[in-house]
């Protein structure tokens, strides 16, 4: 039974993946997420349901349209996959709980702003508006233990670092990275929200160093940051309390 709520809750990260890539590439363009219908962005020819299959259909076609062969982008397939596994470690971590529902929706909010930062690096205020009250509403129906004080806090502090430091370097992180910690601060409270950052900067630190010396980005060339934060607050918020407990073990 537990294997095949596995594979159901893979399957429907899958499903939603697909979803949250037109929401992701739409929304900044400000289009309608339901009309028209998913389209080759080269032919225009409308997609068929066999072209649709998440992952699969993209493997099958060797990551091409079916219809005038020009290459459709990897981020489409990647999204799908990421989406789905990301649904199943929600699924392994916190298993059927009430918590699974603060997680999932975590989870979606991450995976499009993401996809929307990498492509035309901006994380929509519609998507962070849509999800705000949803996440202040699971969180304060599925509280984790922390006291109310440190969902404020995260919030506020989450959003006021970026803020701050947007300040001090005229505008070298953007406000949308704010307002991310804005609305995840209040899902994961304060103390994670603190490791979330300082994760987000040590991964983006070690990224952004690999890909100057591979010479596939120029320095100071603009870079999106909100994926490193999404990756930054995902591992706070599963294993945020554990590394906090190793850091003061190793100091201890």
């Not at 389209?39 to 091409?64: E, F, H």
């Not at 994380?123 to 509403?137: D, K, M, T």
Request: charged content about 10%; aromatic content about 10%.
């Amino acid at each position: 039974m537990t294997i095949l709520i596995a594979i159901y809750v893979f399957i429907l990260g899958l499903v939603l993946g697909s979803f949250y890539n037109v929401v992701a590439l739409r929304v900044p363009a400000k289009q309608s997420i339901v009309k028209p219908p998913s389209a080759c962005p080269s032919c225009g020819m409308q997609l068929k349901t066999k072209d649709l299959i998440p992952v699969i259909s993209y493997l099958l076609s060797r990551g091409k349209c079916q219809y005038c062969q020009a290459k459709v982008s990897i981020l489409y397939p990647i999204g799908e996959l990421a989406t789905g596994l990301l649904f199943l470690w929600v699924y392994v971590h916190v298993g059927m709980t009430a918590e699974a529902l603060v997680a999932l929706v975590l989870v979606s909010l991450l995976v499009i702003i993401t996809i929307s930062d990498i492509t035309v690096m901006r994380i929509p205020n519609q998507v962070l508006l849509f999800f705000f009250p949803i996440c202040v509403v699971v969180r304060i129906a599925v509280p984790d233990g922390q006291a109310w004080w440190s969902y404020v806090l995260g919030a506020v502090i989450g959003c006021g670092i970026i803020v701050l430091i947007s300040l001090l370097t005229r505008g070298g992180m953007g406000m949308g990275d704010a307002k991310l910690l804005l609305v995840c601060g209040f899902v994961v409270g304060l103390t994670h929200i603190l490791v979330a950052f300082v994760l987000a900067c040590l991964i983006g630190s070690l990224i952004g160093g690999l890909l100057l010396l591979l010479k596939l980005i120029k320095r100071k060339q603009p870079v999106p940051f909100g994926p490193y934060l999404a990756v930054g607050i995902l591992i706070s918020y599963g294993y945020g309390s554990d590394l906090i407990q190793a850091y003061l073990n190793l100091i201890g």
